[in-house]
């Protein structure tokens, strides 16, 4: 009997960051149920350790954290400790020089900002391009450019290892522009991991007691928190906010790890964010939700909500009040489940054909 291939996952599979974590989890067990012998491969750096802890606890700097929201952040960074080390993991290999890595049948590099030149600690790393990677195939599996803009385009250097890929796919617009603009090939779109494997997320079991309505993100305009604010008023849901410190919240959930955010989505009424992946949990647990785009996340969700036919789940500044509550009152159409459940067929036809 033929051994499963040995497939490898590059990602940022260590990141103190709910998405980030589960995308990387549920596309290498995904694979693993697929019938591949698969691991996270276990880049490390100690700059980009230091960085994670950084931004862990410092989420809002130029504001600094407050000594009581410090211990919160704490409790979360520890769990997130305990769930890195029950992750299927390769031997660790320096982020920089990645020579001692193992033979793989294929590498699945994918999905997140893996191609991100702007991500404060990330961008710039060669590795997630496929350079130094041992393995037969190179494979990209839902890849982003997530903040770095189409319009800014690569230079040959990145576009050369780009070209190296045998099969490429990306997860939004913005990255497929790139890609074909630069490469000439046309790369499929995909789903995100989290609504490819939805299994594992949605496992757990949701909390009892007091409803609630899930906040996730930081940094939400006034605009948004003053109508926040009146819809929790008017239904008398509690805020809670998950993650991140936020005071307009009726209560902080600092020290939650991701399992404890998986079962909070299972179980919240609805769902107000400004992540990306706060978008895909609402949509993987069918929850109403609003969201509200920033610099840094604009591209990611708009091109998300576009592909979904979701665009009226992003709110601005001119959303009347009522069309705000009817949002957070009902979820998405059962049309847009139909959509995500071809997407997934599709996804995984790609991501199955690609790595044999």
């Not at 049948?105 to 060669?126: F, I, K, M, Q």
């Not at 040959?156 to 000439?184: C, Q």
């Not at 993650?243 to 959930?253: K, P, T, V, W």
């Not at 599709?346 to 044999?356: D, I, M, T, Y």
Request: hydrophobic share 40%.
């Amino acid at each position: 009997m033929a051994l499963p291939k040995k497939i490898g996952v590059l990602t940022f599979h260590k990141c103190i960051n709910y998405g980030s974590y589960w995308q990387a989890r549920c596309l290498v067990e995904g694979l693993h149920e697929s019938g591949f012998d698969a691991e996270l491969i276990d880049h490390q750096s100690e700059i980009v350790a230091r960085a994670e802890l950084r931004c862990a606890f410092q989420p809002l700097l130029p504001v600094r954290t407050s000594r009581k929201t410090m211990r919160g952040y704490a409790g979360k960074v520890r769990k997130f400790m305990h769930a890195f080390r029950r992750l299927p993991l390769s031997l660790p290999i320096d982020l920089h020089r990645p020579e001692s890595m193992a033979r793989y049948d294929t590498v699945v590099v994918g999905s997140d900002e893996v191609w991100n030149l702007s991500h404060p600690w990330y961008g710039g790393v060669p590795l997630f391009y496929g350079d130094g990677v041992n393995a037969q195939r190179l494979v990209a599996y839902g890849g982003s450019f997530g903040s770095y803009s189409c319009h800014w385009g690569l230079d040959e250097y990145w576009t050369s290892k780009l070209k190296s890929f045998d099969a490429l796919s990306v997860r939004d617009e913005n990255s497929f522009w790139l890609v074909r603009g630069t490469t000439g090939r046309e790369p499929r779109r995909v789903l995100d991991p989290v609504l490819q494997f939805p299994d594992l997320p949605l496992a757990g079991r949701a909390p009892e007691g007091e409803r609630f309505a899930l906040v996730y993100g930081h940094s939400f305009p006034a605009w948004f928190v003053a109508a926040l604010k009146r819809w929790a008023r008017s239904t008398g849901l509690r805020l809670r906010s998950v993650g991140y410190h936020n005071g307009f919240a009726d209560e902080q959930l600092l020290d939650a790890g991701p399992l404890e955010f998986a079962r909070l989505m299972r179980g919240a009424d609805a769902v107000v964010t400004n992540f990306f992946h706060g978008c895909i949990f609402a949509l993987l647990n069918r929850k109403p939700f609003v969201t509200v785009t920033s610099d840094y996340r604009q591209q990611k969700l708009r091109d998300l909500t576009a592909a979904l036919d979701a665009r009226e789940r992003i709110v601005e500044r001119d959303t009347p009040q009522r069309e705000f509550d009817r949002l957070l009152a009902n979820p998405p159409p059962t049309g847009m489940f139909d959509r995500i459940a071809a997407a997934r067929h599709q996804s995984r036809e790609f991501l199955l054909g690609a790595v044999a």
